[in-house]
């Protein structure tokens, strides 16, 4: 399998700050990877040294095997959406789109041409002549998208794209990103502080944490089997069990992960808890538990009885639920 981007012991210092500390990374040619992490991680910083916009202070960067360390972002087969769109309000969307075409010398017809196919590629025909203050977040976002693949880049790079919009276009626009990127067989790379736009939507997820990427992998194995506490902890909800816990329940002492949906109340045989609360949240409702001096919680689907706070139930979960961690940290 070809190899898009490489970054190999790459780091990006900013005075005493380690931006990007030591990453080893490789993306697939065609893959749509996604870099998660809270604000300051580090994948933000990563984009931008792929982009161009920085360069590393150390490691070694390659763009589909070609060194890219000092080439100008001009100069790389690559093209950045913004989270802010940063569309040129004076221009008509059939310019905006075709900017970069016009940068590159190409004639008014010929670049026309290419951005009426690259708005139709976005659900947008017959919007060339509109101006970017008549449209609306999702469409904007859909024009930002069209300049970027008008210049038939072989990566792109998505720096949050979705943040500005609202939860339900968010969640329809990111359908539209996974249809797209199907479609056009290139390589995406995104960057989130958000789980599950990483989870619904990559091949493969990198988890940020402190300029260091703390796991990579599939969604699935990201959500079932974080390495450390970090990642069970920032990808989706986990009861993070301690080790003299474990220990009680496995007779190994680690860290372990056990999500909220994979406890069950059960009549018998199983944990007793206290519970000590809950929150109702549509299709379910997360109750906490209280087991001696460990507090966890539980999702209840919305078909079944909550239990009263202050009562007292046994709870159980598979053997293979309890997913034992590498790391601590």
């Not at 990007?20 to 990563?46: H, N, Q």
């Not at 969604?219 to 450390?228: A, K």
């Not at 906490?288 to 999702?299: E, F, H, K, M």
Request: with cysteine.
């Amino acid at each position: 399998m070809t190899t898009a981007v490489s970054f190999a012991k790459v780091s990006r210092h900013f005075g005493a700050v380690r931006a990007v500390d030591d990453v080893d990374l490789s993306i697939a040619e065609g893959e749509f990877f996604a870099m998660l992490g809270p604000s300051g991680s580090g994948k933000t910083t990563c984009l931008r040294l792929i982009a161009g916009f920085e360069q590393p202070t150390s490691g070694h960067i390659e763009i589909f095997g070609t060194t890219v360390e000092h080439v100008p972002p001009y100069r790389r087969n690559v093209n950045t959406v913004f989270q802010d769109y940063a569309l040129f309000p004076h221009m008509n969307i059939i310019d905006n789109v075709a900017y970069g075409l016009m940068i590159r010398g190409m004639n008014k017809a010929d670049r026309h041409a290419a951005a009426n196919e690259a708005l139709e590629l976005v659900a947008l025909p017959g919007y060339g002549e509109r101006r970017p203050g008549q449209l609306s977040g999702g469409q904007r976002q859909r024009v930002a998208l069209a300049r970027a693949l008008v210049n038939k880049p072989k990566v792109l790079l998505l720096d949050e794209p979705l943040g500005a919009l609202d939860l339900k276009l968010r969640e329809q626009m990111q359908e539209e990103l996974k249809t797209l990127q199907r479609k056009l067989g290139i390589t995406f790379v995104f960057v989130t502080h958000d789980q599950g736009e990483a989870l619904s939507m990559a091949d493969r997820v990198a988890v940020f944490n402190d300029g260091k990427i703390q796991q990579v992998g599939s969604p699935q194995d990201i959500y079932q089997r974080p390495q450390s506490r970090f990642v069970a902890d920032f990808v989706g909800s986990s009861n993070v069990l301690e080790p003299d816990f474990v220990k009680q329940l496995t007779g190994k002492e680690s860290f372990a992960s056990l999500r909220p949906e994979a406890i069950r109340i059960v009549a018998a045989d199983g944990h007793s808890a206290t519970v000590t609360g809950n929150s109702y949240l549509g299709g379910n409702t997360r109750i906490t538990l209280a087991l001696g001096d460990i507090r966890i919680s539980a999702l209840i689907p919305a078909d079944q009885n909550v239990p009263e706070t202050g009562s007292t139930i046994q709870i159980s979960w598979q053997e293979s639920d309890l997913h034992l961690m590498e790391g601590a940290q």
